[in-house]
């Protein structure tokens, strides 16, 4: 089994950085995408960023927002900087992966995490 646990959340104000983190552990054989979805309060989850072979964002944090990997510690990063009460939601991480040579690629999600921008 995988599971992914996602840190950095806090509480910031308007134009403050966090960085979020995902890590991945378990039976792990190959990583594929990885990309960060947010649900902000009474709304849908939306997606934010994806990493792959190159980066690709929501226009509405791009420019803010940076999407990074750690390949030796299997871990996502969501770096975002210039925060607005927009970016407010539960944030959550989603890593596409094989866990054996047998398996195909599935998608395997955090919990989420808070972050809240309010001044």
């Known amino acids: 089994q995988v599971q992914l646990v996602e840190s950095g959340g806090d509480l910031v104000q308007p134009g403050e950085s966090l960085r979020l983190s995902c890590a991945a552990s378990g039976s792990i054989f190959s990583i594929g995408a990885m990309a960060w979805y947010r649900q902000p309060p009474g709304k849908q989850r939306e997606w934010v960023a994806t990493?792959?072979?190159?980066?690709y964002y929501a226009d509405s944090v791009k420019g803010r927002f940076t999407i990074s990997r750690n390949n030796a510690e299997n871990t996502v990063y969501l770096q975002m900087n210039g925060l607005k009460p927009e970016d407010t939601a539960v944030y959550y991480c989603?890593?596409?992966?094989?866990?054996?040579?047998?398996?195909?690629?599935?998608?395997?999600w955090g919990r989420g995490i808070q972050v809240t921008v309010s001044s």
């Open positions: 989603n890593i596409r992966l094989r866990e054996n040579f047998r398996s195909d690629y599935a998608d395997n």
């Open positions: 990493l792959t072979s190159g980066t």
